[in-house]
């Protein structure tokens, strides 16, 4: 929105061309989100309180979670609002890829404010049914996909980036590249969700991926840093830098009223549109093998999920106290804050190791 003004007046003053600058743009659009953030925050948790819209806590769940019950939920709109704001205010409007990363968030949103707004309903920790919840995500997974497909024009549109090896990469077709990035948004978006089980524990690890996410967008959109570190140089990527300043800032704006003990919760509208945020965004830079390293976290929450179901349908017994993994430390007694940074610093030490990876490439 406002790079076209910086362009006008650019015309009449070439100092105003500093503002449009990438760096600068990308600073900006996650003060910004943040600022927004921060200052509608506490209107908007006290509409939530006025309208009664509470989390309803699971009755088997740990009993120190009974108390968390009725704290404001659906902060995902909040968060969703800083970051869509603010991309519009200093991104670039003419970039395919702000228009496809805002519509996963509307569309994920969308799915997990209807889910949000049956559990308020109902009083009930069951929203969508596993079978509605799935079948839109995959119905919106695969649009996502397909647009990336038919729009993105660069060279290794449909190949496999395996970010450890220099120059390596996997043909993988059409097809499958519906297939990968299917499996990357639907499963970034429910690992996400499964995370969002205490005060700050998925956002701070959203915010350092986004974070190392910025870092890869920067050098493939820019074609002498990505030159320089033999990474595959990709045209508009650099915009994506600003998507993701962006998408921090909102985190840490939500961090302030999210952080233990928490005054509101993001909901499924928060973390299911995050996830699938943060997959696309990966998908467009090629780097899907890399989120799964950066979102170790997420990845063993998932991991632990299925484990656990698998093997007490077979069995009958369980691996873990409790799934998702967070909740089976709370069972072995560990303080609620003590797990939330001890997460934190894993997915800190998995950004810095592939943020190596560029360096090795």
């Not at 919840?133 to 919106?140: A, D, E, F, G, V």
């Not at 990336?148 to 660069?154: C, G, K, S």
């Given at each position: 929105m406002f790079l076209e003004l910086i362009k006008y007046l650019s015309a009449l003053d070439p100092s105003f061309s500093v503002i449009s600058y990438l760096t600068l743009r990308a600073v900006l659009a996650m003060l910004a989100a943040m600022f927004v953030v921060l200052v509608f925050g506490k209107f908007f948790i006290d509409k939530l309180y006025l309208m009664q819209i509470g989390q309803v806590v699971r009755s088997d769940g740990p009993e120190t979670h009974l108390k968390k019950s009725g704290t404001p939920?659906?902060?995902g709109i909040l968060i969703l609002f800083g970051f869509i704001l603010s991309v519009l205010i200093w991104g670039d409007l003419s970039s395919i890829y702000l228009w496809i990363v805002i519509t996963t968030a509307i569309l994920f949103g969308g799915i997990g404010f209807a889910d949000d707004y049956l559990k308020i309903k109902k009083k009930s920790s069951d929203g969508l049914s596993a079978k509605q919840?799935?079948?839109?995500?995959?119905?919106?997974a695969i649009v996502i996909g397909a647009w990336?497909?038919?729009?993105?024009?660069?060279p290794l549109q449909t190949e496999l980036v395996v970010p450890f090896l220099k120059d390596y990469y996997i043909s993988i077709g059409s097809i499958g590249f519906m297939i990968v990035s299917y499996f990357a948004i639907v499963g970034s978006s429910n690992a996400v969700n499964l995370t969002d089980g205490l005060d700050g524990l998925a956002i701070m690890p959203v915010i350092l991926i986004s974070g190392g996410l910025a870092v890869f967008a920067y050098i493939h959109g820019n074609v002498n840093f990505s030159s320089y570190l033999n990474m595959p140089y990709m045209v508009g990527t650099g915009e994506i830098f600003v998507i993701c300043a962006a998408l921090a800032g909102a985190g840490l704006g939500f961090l302030w009223h999210?952080?233990?003990p928490a005054d509101v919760f993001m909901g499924d509208v928060g973390s299911l549109s995050i996830g699938a945020i943060l997959a696309v965004i990966a998908i467009i830079l090629r780097e899907e093998i890399l989120l799964i390293v950066m979102g170790g976290v997420f990845v063993a929450e998932t991991l632990s999920v299925m484990i656990q179901v698998g093997y007490y349908k077979r069995t009958q017994k369980r691996v873990f106290l409790?799934?998702?993994l967070h909740h089976h430390f709370e069972k072995m007694g560990m303080s609620e804050p003590k797990i939330i940074v001890r997460f934190w610093m894993v997915t800190l030490m998995l950004v810095l190791i592939s943020l190596a990876t560029i360096k090795i490439r």
């Open positions: 939920t659906m902060g919840k799935y079948s839109l995500q995959s119905l919106s990336i497909l038919l729009t993105d024009l660069n999210n952080t233990y409790m799934a998702p």
